[in-house]
Structures are given as structure tokens and as C-alpha cells.
């Protein structure tokens, strides 16, 4: 389609903050037009009236398992599970099998990407070669080939003196390094340390495992100079951690995922493997510490950490099941019900968080809905009331705990440049 007339929605700007009533004017993958009483001239006219429009949503922390375990997601399957969850970029974790450590693989990946014609990515590389922590990776061909930003995501780089090369090569090459802070000499089992994992007979690690990890690495920013980004931020003692780097001046910025603002561990009595996530669920006085770090800016982002598994590997007892649940479908409308409707964040300022804020992060052009500008926008309808069911689930893989969940606010349409998504369901073409 290549002309399109979004017509009298709510246009939300994240950066200052304001919403605004306006027609976008959308032709063939640009921008053409913004303001009022746009006449369509021809244009497959979408009503938005009772709707938002939005820049697309940039995703800092995904797994889209291509190269090597395409059971459980493909780039086609993971990019249009994102699109049509709003994201028009994502970050892949570079933890496939091969690791995505070389200039040869990110330039697969982003072709791979290309042909889905859905979200693109913005490649991550590994830190280290196939990711083992112990000689860098081929940094300056990554980042010939467009990678924006390095991590060893599944390890933490445990040798101090090896990260601190790595961060400065990351300076020279204006890279951001995004760590997954686990001690992994304090990691025992997959629940928090603490009285519900003794309780349920579970082996479990300690929210200190996460909070030493990111302390290291943010002396190693401060000395190194380096822009430092921790990933899937998920305890109070590591929120601590990061006001007191902040407070230095250190450049640092972190990221949580919606279940670590929705979930405790009070959820595991039934052993679900849906809820086995890394690092784990952790306490109520975590979650709420999650929430306000939110609200005042100490974590910066939300990504998804969406993390497909086969039913062979999710469906075992708790302790064996592998870690992780998928993460495009609800990112928005948990984010929408527990942040938005709860008053913690303003709608604008929810779609800062999964915007504008992680291309300030990544160092990309930042998505504005503006003349001339690439199209890159998303359609969300507030008040809707939806059923998450398999059916609605892009991905290969449909382990989450929230199946079956109604879930209020969706995405119900995304464009980026010529590709676009519309929710058949709600937008008739
Ligand atoms: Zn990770």
C-alpha cells in the first residue's frame, strides 16, 4: 500500500511530552504531511479517531535464535512478532549458535533481517569470540558491517581486565556495551535466594550475583570512559547500584522487562516453567523498587528480553526448564496496565522508555513522527480488551506465563518505511 491517510488520531510526541490531535500523511515509506484536515487524494484512509499514534518501538534486548535453533523463532517469525507488537527495530542478542561474533555473521543477520520485510534490527555483537570471555571479538569488521552496540548477553565478561579492552575498544569505536550482570561464581539455581526458594525446595542465587556485576562494570565505565548499558535490570540492591553510578556522572543506562515490573516469586507455588526467567523473580520490595526506578528515571528503558523456547525445553520441572519467555505480544499493554494506568509513568512517557530513550541508548537517529521523515509509527488503541491466545502469537514459540491473560491497550498498526502491519481484527482495509 503506498499511500495512507491516518486520519484524526492523537499523535503522542515522547520528547516533549505533548499529544496532539493530527492526520499523518503517509506515501510510500515517508512522511508526507502532519496537521489537520489532511484530504486523503487517493489514500487508503485509516480512521484513528479514539487512537494514538506513536513512534515505533526500539527494542534493546531480544533473542531471535537464527543462526541455529530456528525451531524456536526465525528472523521472519521474530520480526513480525515484534512489528506486529509495534517494535520496527529490535537489538538480537548475538547468543545463536554460532555466536554472532564476526563482520561476515552481522552482515547475515541484517540480510537475513532485510527479507523478513517487517521490524529491522540493529545488529549486537559479541564482546568475545563465540562469546567465551577469553580473546575479543572482531570489533572493528562488526562495526564496518553497522553493529551498534556489543554484549556477551547469556555471560557476563567475569575477566575484569578483558572487559576493561573491551570497553575501551567499545570508546575508540563509539559502541555501547550492554552487560548481563551475573556473578557466575554466585549463581546456584534459577529463584532468588531467599525464604520463598527455601520454602519450595528451589536452588537459587542472590540478588547480589546481579548488583556485583554491574558495580564492576560501572567502575570499569568510569574508567574506561565507556557507555555502559545493563541489561535486564531485575533487583533493588543493582537499582541502588545504578543511582550510585549515576550520581557519579558515570555514563550508564539500564533496562527492565515487563515481567520484572509484573511478577514476583510469589507466583512460582505451582512450579510453572513459564515463570523460570534469568535472572529470576524476585521479591515484592524488588518489583516495587523496579517501579520506582522507573518512575524517576534510574532505569532508563524497557525491552523485552524475548526469549522463544520449544515446549521440549519449556515444559519440564522448574529447576530444568530453560530460562526465558517470549515478549513482543505483552510488552505494551503490560507496560500500558502497570505503569500507565497505575500512574507510575505518563502514556508519552511509556513510549519514551520504548522509543526515543533506547536510540538515545544505542546511538541511533531517534523515530518522530514528522514531514519528511521516514515512516515509523505505530497505531494503539487504549481502550481495547484483548485475549492474548496462541493465535495472536507471531513467534514460533508461545512460552509465557500470560496466555490466555486479557490485556488492556494494543498495538493495532505498524509502519516502517514500505512495510507495514495492520491488525486484521480491528483495521479493515
Ligand atoms: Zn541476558
Known amino acids: 500500500m503506498s499511500k495512507i491517510l491516518f486520519s484524526g488520531g492523537k499523535v503522542i510526541d515522547p520528547v516533549s511530552g505533548k499529544i496532539k490531535k493530527a492526520d499523518v500523511l503517509v506515501e510510500n515509506g515517508r512522511i508526507r504531511a502532519v496537521g489537520a484536515k489532511i484530504q486523503p487524494g487517493g489514500a487508503k484512509v485509516i480512521d484513528c479517531r479514539n487512537r494514538f499514534l506513536a513512534p515505533g518501538f526500539i527494542d534493546l534486548h531480544c533473542h531471535l535464535r537464527e543462526p541455529g535453533e530456528e525451531i524456536k523463532e526465525t528472523f521472519t517469525s521474530g520480526l513480525w512478532s515484534a512489528f506486529s507488537s509495534g517494535f520496527t527495530q529490535v537489538c538480537p542478542m548475538p547468543n545463536t549458535s554460532?555466536?554472532?561474533?564476526?563482520?561476515a555473521l552481522i552482515r547475515f543477520e541484517l540480510e537475513a533481517a532485510d527479507a523478513a520485510k517487517a521490524a529491522r534490527i540493529i545488529p549486537?555483537?559479541?564482546?568475545?569470540?563465540?562469546?567465551?570471555?577469553?580473546?575479543?571479538?572482531?570489533?572493528?569488521?562488526?562495526?564496518?558491517?553497522?553493529?551498534?552496540?556489543?554484549?556477551?548477553?547469556?555471560?557476563?565478561?567475569?575477566?575484569?581486565?578483558?572487559?576493561?579492552?573491551i570497553m575501551e575498544y567499545a570508546t575508540a569505536f563509539n559502541l555501547t556495551v550492554m552487560s548481563h550482570c551475573e556473578v557466575p561464581e554466585l549463581v546456584n539455581g534459577p529463584a532468588?535466594?531467599?525464604?520463598?526458594?527455601?520454602?519450595?525446595?528451589?536452588?537459587?542465587?542472590?540478588?547480589?550475583a546481579e548488583a556485583i556485576a554491574a558495580m564492576r562494570d560501572i567502575m570499569l565505565a568510569e574508567l574506561t570512559g565507556c557507555r555502559l548499558h545493563i541489561c535486564h535490570v531485575s533487583s533493588r540492591l543493582t537499582v541502588e547500584v545504578l543511582r550510585w553510578g549515576k550520581a557519579r556522572?558515570?555514563?550508564?543506562?539500564?533496562?527492565?522487562?515487563?515481567?520484572?515490573f509484573a511478577l514476583t516469586n510469589a507466583a512460582?507455588?505451582?512450579?510453572?516453567?513459564?515463570l523460570r526467567v534469568n535472572p529470576p523473580l524476585r521479591s515484592e520490595a524488588d518489583r516495587k523498587a523496579i517501579v520506582r526506578a522507573l518512575a524517576d528515571g534510574t532505569i532508563d528503558a524497557i525491552a523485552t528480553d524475548h526469549a522463544p523456547h520449544s515446549p521440549e525445553e519449556k515444559e519440564r520441572e522448574f529447576e530444568n526448564a530453560a530460562p526465558g519467555i517470549i515478549g513482543f505480544e505483552t510488552a505494551f499493554s503490560l507496560g500500558y496496565e502497570l505503569l500507565v494506568r497505575k500512574r507510575v509513568l505518563t502514556l508519552p512517557e511509556l513510549i519514551a522508555r520504548m522509543s526515543v530513550v533506547p536510540a538515545?541508548?544505542?546511538?541511533?537517529?531517534?523515530?518522530?513522527?514528522?514531514?519528511?521523515a521516514e515512516a515509523n509509527l505505530v497505531v494503539i488503541d487504549t481502550e481495547l480488551k484483548w485475549e492474548l491466545t496462541r493465535a495472536?502469537?507471531?513467534?514460533?514459540?508461545?512460552?509465557?506465563?500470560?496466555?490466555?491473560?486479557?490485556?488492556?491497550?494494543?498495538?493495532?498498526a505498524t509502519v516502517l518505511g514500505e512495510n507495514s502491519y495492520f491488525d486484521p481484527e480491528q483495521i479493515k482495509l
Open 124 to 165: 549486537v555483537g559479541a564482546c568475545t569470540k563465540n562469546r567465551q570471555g577469553k580473546e575479543l571479538a572482531e570489533l572493528g569488521g562488526m562495526v564496518q558491517a553497522g553493529t551498534r552496540a556489543i554484549s556477551d548477553d547469556g555471560n557476563w565478561v567475569s575477566d575484569a581486565g578483558l572487559m576493561r579492552r
Open 192 to 208: 532468588d535466594e531467599g525464604l520463598v526458594a527455601t520454602r519450595l525446595g528451589l536452588r537459587s542465587s542472590p540478588a547480589v
Open 98 to 103: 554460532p555466536a554472532i561474533d564476526s563482520e
Open 392 to 412: 495472536r502469537i507471531f513467534s514460533r514459540s508461545a512460552n509465557t506465563p500470560f496466555l490466555g491473560r486479557t490485556m488492556q491497550a494494543k498495538v493495532v
Open 360 to 372: 538515545k541508548i544505542l546511538g541511533v537517529e531517534p523515530p518522530a513522527i514528522v514531514p519528511e
Open 268 to 274: 512460582l507455588d505451582d512450579f510453572n516453567p513459564n
Open 249 to 260: 556522572g558515570v555514563e550508564v543506562t539500564a533496562e527492565t522487562c515487563p515481567h520484572y
